[in-house]
């Protein structure tokens, strides 16, 4: 790997925003991963935005595969928002156990549902800020369900394969997921903003992993200054 230099090594204390080259190189990158992970999309099981707003949020700190193995029997139990704002925290918790953060998920999925049937009908609002008001969303779910839901790009998903890799390939030198997503809806065009957290997270699960980045195999090595 050679990698031409990280936009932010050059401006470590300022926030300039990205030059012209920053975004052609951001640009060649996106293309070259999409070539390779054209298949990228959502990989938590829905049929419906009800559904994928609790999914998500059901998946945090735990993996999408694990929430797809829990969610058929709790969209089977509760259909509706308002079902689910009726649930009994303790049935709730045994069904999404196995997910993590057991307790604290069931408290923001029942008060989500009651929500969502008293506030807004019973239909998951299509607005950030509606989104931001519901529990336990934070802009990384209400940007999914924008993005997969609604096809409306407001931000980009910063989940932990993003975080890494756009720290990897230098498009920002942040921790924070709010400034992460700043950092990339300035260096993309936003018509790419949906499909660019997938393929991330698509090149996080397949080459790009946190412990053992598969660098020799990956199509942007050239462009990248590697793992750190
Ligand atoms: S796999 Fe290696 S070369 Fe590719 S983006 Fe990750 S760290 Fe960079």
């Known amino acids: 790997m050679t990698g031409s230099r990280p936009r932010n ?3 470590q204390e300022s926030e300039a925003p990205p030059s012209p080259s920053d975004k052609r190189r951001a640009r060649t990158i ?4 999409r070539e390779v992970h054209s298949d990228a999309r959502c990989s938590l099981s829905h049929d419906n935005a009800f559904q994928l707003i609790v999914a998500t949020l059901l998946s945090a700190q735990c993996t999408d595969a694990r929430v797809n193995k829990v969610t ?3 969209f089977k139990k509760y259909r509706t928002p308002g079902a689910l704002g009726r649930a009994v925290p303790e049935d709730l918790e045994g069904i999404i156990y196995s997910t993590g953060f057991y307790k604290a998920k069931a408290r923001n999925l029942i008060g989500l549902g009651r929500k969502l049937e008293e506030e807004f009908g019973g239909k998951v609002p299509e607005t950030m800020e509606n989104l931001l008001s519901l529990p336990g969303v ?10 997969v839901s609604f096809a409306k790009a407001e931000g980009v998903v910063v989940d932990t394969h993003v975080k890494r890799i756009a720290k990897r390939l230098g498009f920002t030198r942040h921790e924070a997921p709010q400034k992460i997503e700043k950092d990339l809806m300035a260096l993309f065009p936003k018509s790419t903003w949906i499909d660019l957290s997938h393929i991330l997270i698509y090149h996080g699960r397949r080459l790009c992993g946190a412990r ?13 200054s590697g793992p750190g």
């Open 9 to 11: 090594s050059q401006n």
């Open 30 to 33: 996106l293309k070259k991963l």
């Open 72 to 74: 058929p029997a709790l």
């Open 138 to 147: 934070a802009r990384k779910t209400a940007n999914v369900v924008l993005g």
């Open 212 to 224: 053992k980045p598969m660098c020799d195999s990956c199509p942007v090595n050239k462009q990248c």
